[in-house]
């Protein structure tokens, strides 16, 4: 196991993890390799890093020769990033808040862009909805998380897990657990497991809803009231006539349905509206 070192800022101090920003670093380097190797960059393409921090995977991401946009929202760390790697031409680091990104601004040219990111556990989930907003521009996306997230990603019909993020990135994307990674390869420690996952947004969607935005309301609005069944999880949305129009058992739980059963709601509502 690699021992931590603490970065040391152009300011001459070394940086505290800051806990506001869940900022948890990578330092060992027998992961850091593993997932560089998953990654495998090349000169040709596009990559994002999402919250480099100390810049654990920067240095090899940079080092590939890709064109390589670092997103930090720290900012002294920016700056030591900033300084650190201002002789390389394909390197650019933006201070900057990853939910107020738009992905077309990065200069696409082109190129399907290949997200990597070790992403505070806090905002894991609503950076991930953010960037689905740009799936038909991302070539994949390949994270570090919580464990417990990872599993949800992938969940299925039935399973404790599955939920309006199984869903919903179930419809954009492939979610493939790579492996695992014990809290001990990071600095501070966090209390949970983590895992790489790679996602992979779909070349053609796997079911098509007639209005996205619809999908989303249907879903959040089902696993907002989980215990309930569709018949009063849904009431505010379509009514007992239309639902059991879709043959489909109005008694379920939402876990009990399947992606293309939320399609065909949703496309029932759009269709009324």
Do not use: W
């Not at 492996?179 to 992979?200: H, Y």
């Amino acid at each position: 196991m690699a021992q931590s070192k603490a970065v040391t800022l152009i300011t001459g101090t070394a940086h505290q993890a800051r806990k506001r920003f869940g900022q948890n670093f990578l330092h060992d380097q027998q992961v850091i390799d593993r997932i560089i190797s998953q990654i495998a960059p090349s000169s040709d393409e596009h990559l994002l890093e999402i919250g480099p921090g100390q810049g654990a995977l920067t240095k090899q991401l940079a080092g590939s020769g890709a064109k390589l946009d670092c997103v930090e929202l720290d900012r002294d760390l920016a700056e030591h990033l900033k300084h650190q790697y201002r002789d390389y031409d394909n390197v650019n680091i933006h201070q900057h808040d990853i939910l107020k990104l738009d992905l077309n601004n990065l200069e696409l040219s082109g190129k399907r862009i290949r997200i990597i990111g070790n992403l505070p556990y806090n905002i894991s989930t609503p950076v991930l909805f953010h960037l689905l907003k740009y799936y038909e521009k991302i070539e994949d996306m390949n994270f570090m998380l919580q464990l417990e997230v990872v599993e949800r990603m992938s969940a299925n019909v039935g399973d404790k897990n599955y939920g309006r993020l199984s869903l919903m990135l179930q419809y954009y994307c492939q979610a493939e657990k790579l492996f695992d990674v014990s809290p001990q390869a990071f600095t501070p420690q966090p209390k949970v497991n983590s895992a790489i996952v790679r996602l992979t947004p779909h070349k053609e969607l796997p079911v098509t809803a007639k209005n996205p935005d619809c999908l989303k309301v249907v879903v959040r609005t089902a696993f907002n009231q989980r215990r309930k069944t569709l018949k009063n999880s849904l009431k505010t949305l379509i009514s007992d006539s239309k639902l059991g129009d879709l043959e489909i058992d109005m008694t379920l739980r939402p876990e009990k349905l399947s992606l293309t059963d939320y399609v065909k709601i949703s496309d029932a509502i759009s269709e009324s509206i």
